[in-house]
């Protein structure tokens, strides 16, 4: 999947109003809570097919640190 | 005296544990699962079953075994439907498609065998069935709204056979399971953060269960002693519900 893909489907995730950048800040998105995280867990599973340790969002402040646990299985 | 009862999803971790008691009570097993690697586990561990390969998708499969169990057995005297699948997932992130395949699995397909094995529980004696649904099913929670849908599909669907089967002499009753450590389980808790998996432990005074305190329910449900019982939920949480 591409990296730009993978932003907007993280943004109709956290339910973002506006386009998402690596430097937008996780806890201003709305649905960015202890149920966001396991929504973008499932996103990142379905859509990338990694899966993530358990707790591995919780140190996430950025976008770019989310886009930086799967960057792996993005492409350009 | 020996039983003959069908356990489809016998493979699942609950479906296991109640092969297990129910196989150490003496009585004759029918045990399924889609898995050909776990048919072979259980064909080891069960020597005296008939084990078969079964999809609870798969529509010819269910008149496929209900042909088979009329040859084999004649009728069926307990049937439990331990098939099933969850997911921990917030309701926007549900796709039309995924929903469907959730509810086609954890409810359609049980109408489907509820048509096709009537004929065989007709010819039982004393007949008993037991649906796996789930406290989900009673409660909300976080991300478990169409799991939860679907387990509360499968109760309504036992009170209801209950009554439509009661002038055939012919039980219907459910389980409501908490927290029972599964593939299914972890696949739910394995999204959580350690402090949210203890915080779901914590809503279970007694902790999570254990398989074989499902089965023993569900065993208990199936037999004679419970003849005057039919269309209850019982749950089976640790407490959960109570508060």
Same mark, same amino acid.
């Given at each position: ?17 506006? @386009? ?6 996780? @806890? ?18 379905? @859509?990338?097919?990694? @899966? ?6 919780? +140190? ?6 989310? #886009?930086? #646990?799967? +960057? ?5 | ?27 004759? !097993? ?21 084990? &078969? ?7 010819? &499969? ?33 796709? &039309? ?20 094995? !009537?004929?065989? !529980? ?8 037991? !649906? ?112």
């Amino acid at each position: 999947m591409k990296s730009n893909e993978f932003l907007a489907k993280l943004g109709e995730t956290l339910m973002a109003e506006g @386009s998402l950048t690596p430097d937008t800040q996780l @806890s201003s998105l709305s649905g960015w809570d202890s149920m966001g995280m396991v929504a973008v867990l499932s996103l990142i599973d379905e @859509s990338v097919g990694a @899966s993530l340790p358990r707790g591995s969002l919780q +140190k996430c402040e950025r976008v770019g640190d989310i #886009l930086g #646990l799967v +960057k792996s299985h993005l492409s350009e | 005296m020996a039983r003959r009862i069908l356990i489809l999803g016998a493979s699942s971790t609950l479906g296991l544990a109640v092969a297990q008691v129910l196989g150490a009570e003496g009585n004759q !097993l029918w045990l399924t699962s889609r898995d050909p690697q776990k048919m072979a586990d259980m064909s080891r561990q069960f020597v005296t079953a008939r084990v &078969d390969k079964f999809d609870a998708l798969v529509p010819e &499969d269910a008149r496929g075994l209900r042909t088979e169990i009329q040859r084999g057995w004649g009728g069926l005297d307990g049937l439990v439907c331990a098939f099933g699948s969850g997911a921990l997932k917030p309701v926007h992130m549900w796709s &039309d498609q995924a929903a469907a395949e959730m509810m086609n699995l954890n409810v359609q397909a049980l109408v489907r065998l509820g048509r096709e094995f !009537l004929p065989l !529980l007709l010819k039982g004696d004393q007949p008993s069935v037991v !649906l796996i649904s789930s406290i989900m099913g009673v409660v909300g929670a976080a991300g478990m709204s169409v799991y939860g849908a679907s387990k509360a599909a499968v109760a309504s669907l036992a009170r209801s056979w209950a009554i439509e089967w009661a002038p055939r002499r012919i039980r219907v009753n459910a389980v409501a399971p908490g927290m029972v450590p599964s593939p299914m389980s972890d696949t739910i808790l394995g999204s959580l953060s350690p402090a949210q998996v203890a915080a779901v432990q914590g809503r279970h005074p007694l902790g999570f269960g254990e398989s074989k305190d499902v089965a023993y329910a569900v065993v208990f449900l199936l037999g004679p002693e419970a003849k005057w019982i039919t269309g209850v939920v019982l749950p089976v949480d640790g407490g959960y519900s109570a508060q």
